[in-house]
């Protein structure tokens, strides 16, 4: 394991107002940058939604009346142990992209794309986009991964706050918060309306490579397929974040704190990365990030690279070596778009599959009643 290395501790601790925090994120977030994202407002790019009120009989936050008394389901946590640790997995909610085709396979064919997504009895007109992040307690600290879509994306996300409170967590609890990358559905919820942070005892923590792209003059995202003005949109969140908030930099497979190791995973963003959390002997549980945005069409065709990576190519490497690993270890797999409560396995599909054209598959584990 690496040890901790910290660069230095940068930022600002200059506040933003509501207005500015929302017009240099609203076009930013790897998927929020898309076209037909549900909840930004097509014919006005990078517009959100505001919170409705809650509705009577509907749990907080929950999107929407339906049928029957409430159309929310669930507490928005899932608890396990992973040996001495305890780790949560805590939704901010989900979104619908749509289409699939071809935001997430933009080296793919239609034909593929619906494909695997029929296999999975999903809807190539619309996929579910879940946004998951972590909470691990070490016994020593408490740490949250990544502080989901805030105001960016609609009233389905934005509610890790009440979730991380279901869970039975309090912000001023949380003693560090890690982010994997600075696309908009893991850093919008980290700054409250005024620009301060959400967990106010908590140190900020965020790879160099990370730090230095977007901290960088001119970002270089020509390689994305995104259009022009949503790449601005991306630097110009990333850029009024980092100027905001002070953070510790890490560097390589840096240990963020005893038994959770970073593991580099460059690509979709030059600092993107995912996590190992190592509870002693066989008690391990591997974050892929965002190497799958969506396990239907990712893990059959883990060669297809989404609109927003940075380095499509890098992208792609860092998948298969993670999948590889997932798959060769049988380790305990989650992730930041898996479907919640995206805990499982990554398993090889057999031959007859693979020639169809699917590489690997998603394993969810059995429910567990008890963590």
């Avoid at 076009?27 to 790019?45: E, K, S």
Wanted: glycine share 12%; aromatic share 6%.
């Amino acid at each position: 394991m690496g040890q901790l290395s910290v660069l230095s501790t940068v930022g600002s601790s200059g506040s933003l107002s509501r207005r500015e925090w929302i017009r240099a994120t609203a076009l930013t977030g790897a998927v929020a940058a898309a076209p037909g994202v549900v909840g930004a407002d097509p014919h006005q790019p990078g517009t959100t939604h505001a919170r409705q009120p809650d509705q009577p009989g509907q749990p907080a936050g929950s999107p929407g009346a339906g049928p029957g008394p409430a159309c929310g389901q669930g507490a928005g946590f899932y608890r396990l142990a992973v040996g001495t640790a305890q780790v949560t997995v805590v939704s901010d909610g989900a979104f619908q992209l749509s289409p699939a085709y071809p935001t997430l396979a933009v080296n793919g064919t239609r034909e593929n794309v619906e494909r695997a997504l029929r296999r999975e009895f999903l809807s190539p007109e619309g996929v579910p986009t879940h946004v998951n992040a972590l909470l691990v307690r070490t016994g020593t600290d408490t740490v949250l991964v990544d502080a989901g879509c805030g105001p960016l994306f609609g009233p389905t996300t934005g509610h890790l706050i009440e979730n991380l409170a279901r869970a039975g967590t309090r912000p001023d609890e949380i003693t560090a918060v890690l982010l994997t990358h600075l696309h908009g559905d893991h850093i919008g919820g980290l700054l409250d309306e005024a620009g301060r942070s959400r967990f106010p005892k908590a140190e900020l923590l965020l790879h160099a490579d990370e730090h230095a792209f977007w901290s960088a003059e001119d970002p270089d995202l020509s390689a994305s397929a995104l259009p022009a003005e949503r790449r601005a949109g991306m630097v110009r969140a990333a850029k009024r974040l980092l100027g905001a908030a002070r953070f510790t930099l890490l560097r390589g497979a840096a240990q963020v704190r005893p038994g959770i190791v970073l593991v580099p995973a460059p690509g979709h963003t030059p600092g993107h990365c995912g996590l190992l959390i190592d509870g002693g002997g066989d008690n391990q549980l591997l974050s892929i990030t965002d190497a799958i945005h969506n396990a239907a069409i990712q893990l059959a065709h883990p060669e297809y690279y989404v609109a927003f990576d940075t380095a499509p190519e890098q992208a792609v490497e860092a998948r298969k070596r993670l999948l590889d690993r997932a798959a060769a270890e049988r380790v305990l797999v989650t992730g930041a778009h898996l479907p919640f409560p995206a805990i499982g396995h990554v398993r090889r599909r057999d031959e007859e599959s693979r020639e169809a054209g699917a590489a690997y598959e998603w394993v969810p584990e059995v429910w567990r009643w008890h963590a």
